[in-house]
């Protein structure tokens, strides 16, 4: 059977205990992790193309009628954007001198 999911390194160490080494079951999994990358901000652009078909998958949702609510999108300020790239920049660096800690799960939440 293949199985393809995600795992904390971590906490799969911990589902496995010596007798799963020693038994074989671990040798049965093909485990694989890629480096570990600190994110950096990029100001790339999304393709002309993509974005085209996300935004036929929001079609549907935005096109719905809510009472007394329509979405608004707003911009950041030059400013603004300034400090929205410094904060994302400075949070992936604490995120990754977490790494391992209880804190660590909910840095990752924060991000948005």
Known sequence: ????????????????????????????????????????????????????????VFDFPFGLQLPNSQPDELSLTDDAKVAWVEFYNHHAHEQDDLTGTTLAAAWSKLEG
């Open 1 to 56: 059977m293949c199985i393809t999911g995600g795992i904390q390194p971590g906490f799969l160490a911990r589902c496995f205990g010596r007798e799963f080494y020693e038994n074989g079951l671990v040798a049965r999994f093909l485990m694989a992790m890629p480096p570990r990358r600190i994110k950096q901000w990029s100001d790339a652009e999304i393709h002309a193309d993509t974005k085209a078909a996300m935004e036929k």
